[in-house]
């Protein structure tokens, strides 16, 4: 394979950087990669992979947690060069597909501007996330980073360049989204932007009881009280802690009087408020945490599930389980705002996102952190649930 901007790699200490990912659980080696440069590049490999019957995968950061971005003997498309913001207007910006969503937010901040929803951790690269969904907590407001993406560049599987929206090649905008590579490569896209406000005021409120828990998350995100809502969950030596974040984007602002225990209430900067996993992040880093293997399921519960399916997850699980950095992630969105059809969600009014964070230290953790998660898929499509799959993959 030729590329004219990028590289080309088979040596072995190449390809075994590329046999892993976030997840840590599935090392799957390619046989070449091949890292782009531009938009021909994509072109070109595409057709050489197809011309050879080889499998081809795209690659953004490698944040997917089960081998999304990985190949057994295919050709690793790896789109991490492939970046710029090329354009920033009132309500849209244009962006190379390799581009993390944090280098996009440097452009627009500054000129007060900020795509709709983002999420929690927004070091992950444009085109990785409109390939899974790309969910956050305003996502209750304008559903997936794949439901307001306005146009997409793709190289399909055939080699070509191809332009696609809603009313242009709809079909191909409605495979590629949350179609996780499978559909073609996103080289470019052109996402939504809304005014972003300068600061933000957070409120975290503690529950004791789950179903008080449950039940404000339902009515915050029904009375759209709040820019943001997410809610967060652990047992620990004292109890099982429950907690919601919400969040208003200053000057709107609105009452906690009737929610739960205001543990922290603080005015921060909007840009802050969207980085705000970096403390844990670096922490997570200092101890080692963060090159071991993150197994995270994450799945859509019915509402009419939830409940239950929260209740013996929770049960399933100890405070030595979730350790120092563990958390149960879960919060609802209406459906009605979940247009992506690629994104597989329950059908009810609400579903519940339900992410199951844990790290694996020993391969002990990480069977028992397999069987759990095997037990959590299974109670989850018995019940209508479905795979965000952005995770290890079901059954393994
Ligand atoms: C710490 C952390 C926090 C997270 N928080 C959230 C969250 O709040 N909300 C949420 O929704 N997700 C979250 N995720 C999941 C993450 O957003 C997704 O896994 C996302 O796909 C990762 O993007 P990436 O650039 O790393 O993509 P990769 O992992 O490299 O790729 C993911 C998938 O997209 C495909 N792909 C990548 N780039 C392209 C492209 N240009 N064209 C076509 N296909 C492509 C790959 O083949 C693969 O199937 C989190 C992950 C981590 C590690």
Not at 4 to 33: E, I, K, M, N, Q
Not at 98 to 114: D, E, I
Not at 356 to 376: E, G, H, V
């Amino acid at each position: 394979m030729i590329l004219p901007h990028g590289t080309v790699h088979t040596d072995d200490r190449v390809l075994s950087a590329y046999a892993t990912d976030f997840g840590g659980v599935v090392a799957h080696r390619p046989a070449l990669v091949a890292r782009a440069g531009s938009v021909d590049d994509v072109v070109a490999a595409t057709r050489w992979a197809g011309a050879a019957g080889l499998d081809l995968v795209a690659r953004g950061a490698g944040h997917a947690m089960g081998g999304q971005a990985q190949t057994d003997g295919g050709v690793l498309l790896d789109l991490g060069s492939l970046t710029g913001v090329h354009a920033v207007g009132r309500d849209r910006a244009v962006v190379a597909a390799g581009t993390r969503w944090s280098t996009l937010l440097a452009a627009t901040l500054p000129l007060g501007l900020t795509p709709p929803v983002l999420t929690d951790y927004p070091h992950t690269t444009v085109g990785g996330t409109l390939s899974t969904g790309g969910l956050g907590g305003t996502s209750h407001r304008y559903g997936a980073q794949t439901d307001t993406v306005r146009e997409l560049d793709v190289v399909t599987p055939g080699g070509e360049l191809v332009t696609c929206s809603a009313t242009r090649e709809p079909a191909l905008f409605d495979a590629v989204r949350a179609g996780l590579g499978r559909h073609g490569v996103i080289v470019r896209a052109t996402v939504a932007l809304v005014p972003a406000p300068a600061t933000v005021r957070r409120h975290r409120l503690g529950y004791d009881d789950q179903h008080r828990f449950t039940a404000d998350l339902r009515r915050l995100v029904d009375e759209r009280r709040f820019d943001h809502v997410q809610g967060f969950t652990k047992p620990t030596a004292t109890g099982t802690r429950y907690e919601i974040e919400v969040v208003a984007h200053l000057p709107t602002e609105s009452t906690v009087d009737d929610l739960g225990t205001v543990r922290e209430s603080a005015e921060l900067a909007y840009g802050l408020h969207l980085d705000r996993l970096a403390p844990t992040v670096a922490a997570r880093r200092a101890a080692g945490d963060w090159t071991r293997r993150h197994p995270w399921p994450n799945v859509f519960l019915p509402d009419s599930a939830a409940d239950d399916l929260l209740t013996r997850t929770l049960a399933d699980l100890t405070p030595a389980d979730i350790g120092e950095f563990g958390v149960v992630l879960t919060y609802p969105l209406p459906t009605a705002v979940l247009t992506t059809p690629g994104l597989r969600v329950p059908a009810e009014r609400l579903t519940f996102l339900l992410a199951l964070l844990l790290t694996a230290t020993t391969d002990d953790d990480l069977a028992r952190i397999t069987d759990r998660n095997a037990r959590l898929y299974a109670q989850t499509f018995r019940a209508g649930g479905t795979s965000y799959p952005v995770g290890p993959p079901p059954g393994d």
